[in-house]
């Protein structure tokens, strides 16, 4: 187990999918008031995932509203196809779902080429090994903890264990990758994740659905995460 004080604070990734659009700005810099680093992108096309969200304008949008690293999730079809819009769009980092794409290698390797900083993740069905070929090639590994495609879902408990696999397999290699989890991560759950290896966390309807809203919100992760463990 690492020493909690050695360890680099935890980095909260707020998804913007539950924010309220009519003040996409504000609700932004709410964000980066609370000390909050990131925002979190979650691009659906509705193939992908049986959802579609937004895309290049919405980013583009936060971008222009915001000086927040952009942490851009791709839930749609060959990602490929898309890398170098949402990197003109204001993505500072992109992540791509393995099961999206024929050439995950490659795809990681445009994100690193257009100078932006690539992400793997995966379904939760979908086998960890399925990642490990490309763990030396990326600059984070999200682990989904729900099935992607809606905000507001109930965390799936077996997530832990393949944070914690992750964590071996990165350290085994001395990859400093950020450790992401995404979906139903709460205050309740943050400090577990953490425990488990995570440096990242992702949450949306913990966040802007919190009574007192998006602050109040982050308030409490920031409680979560400072108590000892
Ligand atoms: C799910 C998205 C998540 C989602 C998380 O498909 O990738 O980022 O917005 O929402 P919560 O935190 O509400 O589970
Ligand atoms: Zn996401």
């Given at each position: 187990m690492?020493?909690?004080?050695?360890?680099p604070p935890?980095?909260?990734?707020?998804?913007?999918?539950?924010?309220?659009?009519?003040?996409?700005?504000?609700e932004?810099?709410?964000?980066?008031?609370?000390?909050?680093?990131?925002?979190?992108?979650?691009v659906?096309?509705?193939?992908?995932?049986p959802?579609?969200?937004?895309?290049?304008?919405?980013l583009?949008?936060?971008?222009?509203?915001?000086?927040?690293?952009?942490?851009?999730?791709?839930m749609?079809?060959?990602?490929?196809?898309?890398?170098h819009?949402?990197?003109?769009?204001?993505?500072?980092?992109?992540?791509?779902?393995?099961?999206?794409?024929?050439?995950?290698?490659?795809?990681?390797?445009?994100?690193?080429?257009?100078?932006?900083?690539?992400?793997?993740?995966?379904?939760?069905?979908?086998?960890?090994?399925?990642?490990?070929p490309?763990?030396?090639d990326v600059?984070?590994?999200?682990?989904?903890?729900?099935?992607?495609?809606f905000?507001?879902?109930?965390?799936?408990?077996?997530?832990?264990?393949?944070?914690?696999?992750?964590?071996?397999?990165?350290?085994?290699?001395?990859?400093?990758?950020?450790?992401?989890?995404?979906?139903?991560?709460?205050?309740?759950?943050a400090?577990?994740?953490?425990?488990?290896?995570?440096?990242?966390?992702?949450?949306?309807?913990?966040?802007?659905?919190?009574?007192?809203?998006?602050?109040?919100g982050?308030q409490?992760?920031?409680?979560?995460?400072?108590?000892q463990?």
């Amino acid at each position: 187990m690492t020493d909690a004080a050695a360890r680099p604070p935890v980095i909260l990734s707020p998804s913007l999918l539950a924010c309220d659009f009519t003040r996409l700005g504000e609700e932004l810099a709410t964000l980066k008031n609370a000390g909050v680093p990131w925002a979190h992108v979650d691009v659906m096309d509705g193939q992908f995932v049986p959802n579609i969200s937004f895309g290049l304008p919405i980013l583009a949008a936060a971008r222009r509203a915001s000086d927040l690293y952009m942490d851009v999730h791709l839930m749609i079809e060959q990602p490929e196809r898309f890398l170098h819009d949402f990197a003109e769009a204001g993505a500072d980092g992109m992540t791509v779902q393995v099961e999206s794409t024929r050439h995950i290698h490659r795809a990681v390797g445009q994100i690193r080429e257009l100078g932006k900083r690539a992400g793997v993740t995966l379904n939760p069905g979908t086998p960890l090994e399925m990642i490990r070929p490309v763990l030396a090639d990326v600059d984070l590994v999200l682990v989904m903890s729900v099935n992607p495609g809606f905000g507001g879902q109930k965390f799936i408990g077996s997530s832990v264990e393949r944070v914690r696999t992750v964590r071996r397999w990165l350290d085994e290699i001395g990859s400093a990758a950020e450790l992401q989890v995404d979906g139903g991560v709460t205050a309740a759950n943050a400090r577990e994740l953490v425990e488990a290896g995570a440096t990242n966390l992702v949450a949306g309807s913990a966040i802007f659905g919190a009574a007192g809203g998006a602050a109040a919100g982050v308030q409490a992760f920031q409680a979560a995460l400072a108590e000892q463990a």
